[in-house]
């Protein structure tokens, strides 16, 4: 990377105190680390989610915009006409809307926004294009809900998903009802091809995930689709005139390199964006928001920003 995009980055030391709980997280990893795991597996990872510690005054609901059933996150101090968008992670074959009520309420109550959360299409039941096609539907469903200024959010591989719609929303001119005023992602999936130096320089720090086990998971994804495909994979894909952009990631993850390659194409098509690395991290750390101190700031940070954005006139 040149100096001129590392002007974006913001590489954050790890806390003394976080590095003694992520140890302690590394510990009760260390047994399933790179296990396959296959349907059965969604209640488990729908536990986890649910346990992230849920924002004070928000509510949810569950409902469906234009087919696609999902769950509102609804903040006490949500302003009319704004809307959150969040797509799920879960590697494209777990997660569901209703687990991660808790982790988006975190961020519905710092923007005073509300937010939906589509229950989009798994795979392997449903491979692409199923799930990009849902997303799609939902972000236009926001504006005959009378939804005129939306933000974007997504972690994993709903930040891919979040990344494909926003390249489509471009695509298309924009859509001037609703607009799309920023966009935030936590640690994206933007590369299938799986292609990112990361698999292989943080293999051993990545206390979750190794390639094997990814790719496994990418292709009951995929099916028979292009993992080249714009909306496979983001990085592939446009970039030119999107919103302004915010990338956090973990450096202890095998999918840094996706988030760091898709974030320098992005400065060099004169997108608004920034890149935040936290040094010790893994997979997923937003999720401990209120224990650890990365999770805390990395949320505030994404926090001021969509406020700001939604703000905007």
Not at 36 to 56: I, T, Y
Not at 147 to 158: E, H, I, K, N, Q
């Amino acid at each position: 990377m040149n100096q001129n995009t590392n002007d974006f980055i913001s590489v954050h030391p790890l806390d003394a105190g976080d590095a003694q709980i992520v140890a302690k997280m590394r510990v009760m990893a260390a047994s399933t680390k790179g296990v396959a795991r296959g349907v059965e597996g969604r209640g488990q990872f729908d536990a986890l989610m649910a346990s992230v510690v849920a924002a004070k005054n928000v509510k949810s609901e569950a409902d469906t915009i234009d087919g696609v059933p999902g769950t509102w996150v609804r903040p006490t101090n949500a302003r009319p006409g704004y809307a959150l968008l969040h797509l799920h992670g879960g590697w494209f074959n777990f997660g569901s809307a209703a687990a991660f009520a808790n982790l988006v309420g975190q961020i519905a109550v710092r923007i005073g926004a509300t937010a939906f959360i589509p229950d989009y299409q798994l795979a392997p039941e449903h491979p692409f294009p199923a799930a990009t096609e849902d997303v799609w539907a939902c972000y236009r469903g926001l504006a005959k809900k009378g939804y005129r200024r939306v933000v974007l959010t997504g972690d994993s591989a709903g930040g891919n998903l979040a990344l494909g719609l926003a390249g489509r929303i471009m695509g298309a001119g924009g859509l001037a009802n609703p607009e799309l005023a920023g966009i935030a992602v936590f640690s994206p999936v933007t590369d299938l091809t799986l292609s990112g130096e990361s698999y292989e320089t943080r293999a051993v720090a990545d206390p979750l995930f190794t390639r094997a086990q990814v790719a496994q998971l990418v292709q009951a994804y995929l099916g028979d689709a292009d993992p080249r495909d714009a909306l496979t994979s983001p990085v592939a894909g446009p970039v030119a005139g999107l919103p302004p952009l915010r990338v956090h990631v973990g450096d202890d993850e095998v999918l840094l390199d996706d988030s760091r390659r898709y974030f320098a194409k992005a400065i060099a098509a004169g997108v608004d964006a920034k890149l935040d690395i936290w040094m010790g991290m893994p997979h997923g750390f937003v999720g401990r928001v209120g224990a650890l101190k990365a999770a805390d700031e990395a949320m505030d940070a994404v926090g001021v920003f969509l406020a700001e954005r939604l703000g905007a006139a």
